[in-house]
């Protein structure tokens, strides 16, 4: 089952994603807990971008790197390739009117439910807050499905329910290390009416949630997409499901990409 705290069901935005996507995904992955395929090269690209992330927060707490980075070429490059393109970022603050904490976790209770963030970076002064995620597979998605995941719609949106800064002093900013050439980024302003609509939509998803769950308890299922949907050409429970084109041990899910983003685990 999803870990509760007092009886409130905590939710990320990988989870979220799920069940936007397919509620009978979110089902089997999370209240079954039936694991996918294991992709090898996968797993690779993951260790390594976790190593990314674990030496940004290091450097960002003062320890030293230099030996992590001389024993992997290949975090160097990134390493260097970031600091040549963006280096007011790594640059420490020389005053102490900023707040910068790399790992900066949140949450945000809604109905019964914990939502959970965890930036790569914070950093914020008395007047803006900007949030940085890194991001360590070749290729930068189109900027629009970045926008619609609920990794950018919820980390904005719990940095304006718990906080002091209003929408439209927030921003968020995915830093692609190893993009073609050099370092890419993408950087989401937030506003008000962003602000609204995710409330609405939040609240719809929660809503639906909850009656999942308790239909769930029921022994009703959750909701699948509708037949023939691509969504299910590319589902590891294709064969459960009997969606099946590809099979459980073929498909190639392409969710991961952006939601098994290689985070450090707290
Ligand atoms: S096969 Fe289709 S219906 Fe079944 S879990 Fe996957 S996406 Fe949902």
Redesign the pocket.
């Known amino acids: 089952m999803l870990s509760t705290t007092t009886q409130l069901l905590r939710l990320s935005q990988g989870q979220l994603n799920l069940l936007e996507?397919?509620?009978?995904?979110f089902q089997?992955t999370y209240l079954e807990q039936l694991n996918s395929p294991t992709n090898p090269e996968h797993e690779e690209r993951q260790t390594l971008g976790s190593r990314f992330h674990l030496l940004m927060q290091q450097r960002e707490m003062g320890l030293p790197i230099d030996s992590f980075l001389q024993a992997d070429p290949q975090l160097q490059s990134w390493m260097a390739g970031f600091a040549d393109a963006a280096p007011e970022i790594l640059m420490s603050a020389t005053d102490n009117q900023t707040f910068r904490e790399s790992e900066h976790y949140r949450t945000l209770q809604i109905q019964n439910y914990l939502l959970t963030v965890v930036y790569d970076l914070l950093i914020a002064d008395n007047q803006q807050a900007q949030i940085l995620d890194w991001k360590t597979y070749p290729k930068p998605p189109h900027k629009r499905k970045l926008e619609s995941n609920w990794q950018t719609r919820l980390y904005m949106y719990v940095l304006a329910e718990t906080s002091a800064y209003s929408p439209e002093n927030i921003s968020m900013t995915y830093w692609f290390v190893q993009s073609e050439g050099k370092p890419q980024n993408i950087k989401f302003n937030y506003n008000t009416t962003q602000h609204i609509k995710i409330t609405k939509k939040l609240n719809q998803l929660l809503n639906q949630l909850t009656n999942w769950l308790a239909d769930y308890q029921n022994n009703v299922q959750f909701p699948?997409?509708a037949e023939g949907?691509k969504?299910?050409d590319y589902?590891?429970?294709?064969k459960?499901?009997d969606?099946t084109s590809v099979t459980e041990e073929t498909a190639n899910d392409p969710l991961p990409n952006i939601d098994s983003i290689q985070e450090v685990s707290l």
């Open positions: 996507a397919c509620p009978r995904k089997h699948q997409v949907s969504t299910c589902c590891t429970f294709a459960r499901c969606r």
